[in-house]
């Protein structure tokens, strides 16, 4: 089955705790991409990946890292958490630039306390 | 920074009737648009995308964009309870810029 697979789907961590969220897609699709979606704010893009290797930042990179090692992996590192990153993480991938259809992770509900 | 705005809502229609969405985006580059439905904890799916002026159709659905006016709309015609959801607008640009910019979701309610 086609899917873009996150995980956890839940996490509580304490303040400072370094922190990965995985996500996978087996869709061999180019297109990789990490949003964090907060009430009132919307979805927001932390950053995106063209291809392997090739990473940029969306409008909300600041205390996050992610790498492309592999078309297929696109993790999203903390590594050092605070309260204002407690959201709702969504990972998505698309075939293409254009951006036609996103795939949507099931999202990670994170809470740092 | 490019703009997406749309009304919270939430938006009530009654069952069987045409609901309204509407979303107007800053960017005069923005090259498509897309509709998203978004159920309360659950992940984006992909309803619609237009990058032309006019009218799209697909099924119940309708989208409508408007560049000289910036302006994006999704039709739902005969609205179902199932509708209920929240409905993200999200603009394109391209160009290099390869990001989606998303508005913050309309709730609507189909009441039975």
């Known amino acids: 089955e086609a899917q873009v697979t996150q995980n956890p789907r839940y996490l509580i961590t304490v303040t400072g705790k370094k922190l990965t969220v995985t996500c996978s897609q087996n869709m061999n699709h180019e297109y990789m991409s990490w949003y964090r979606q907060d009430p009132g704010l919307g979805l927001r893009q932390i950053y995106y990946s063209m291809n392997v290797e090739v990473t940029d930042k969306g409008d909300v990179p600041e205390g996050y890292k992610v790498s492309r090692k592999e078309k297929r992996n696109f993790p999203l590192i903390l590594e050092s958490p605070s309260p204002n990153q407690t959201s709702l993480y969504f990972c998505?991938?698309?075939?293409?630039?254009?951006?036609?259809?996103?795939?949507f992770g099931s999202g990670t509900q994170l809470s740092v306390l | 920074q490019k703009e997406v705005e749309q009304n919270s809502g939430p938006l009530s229609v009654p069952e069987g009737a045409i609901a309204s969405l509407n979303c107007t985006y800053s960017?005069?580059?923005?090259?498509?648009f897309f509709w998203y439905r978004q159920y309360s904890g659950k992940s984006p799916e992909l309803i619609m995308f237009i990058y032309s002026n006019g009218d799209k159709e697909d099924g119940r659905f309708t989208a409508q964009l408007n560049k000289a006016s910036q302006y994006v709309s999704l039709l739902i015609r005969d609205s179902q309870p199932s509708d209920s959801a929240t409905y993200l607008c999200a603009e394109y640009s391209g160009a290099g810029s390869y990001q989606l910019t998303f508005g913050k979701g309309t709730k609507l309610s189909v009441i039975p």
């Open positions: 998505a991938s698309s075939p293409g630039t254009a951006l036609r259809k996103l795939f």
């Open positions: 960017d005069r580059g923005s090259q498509s």
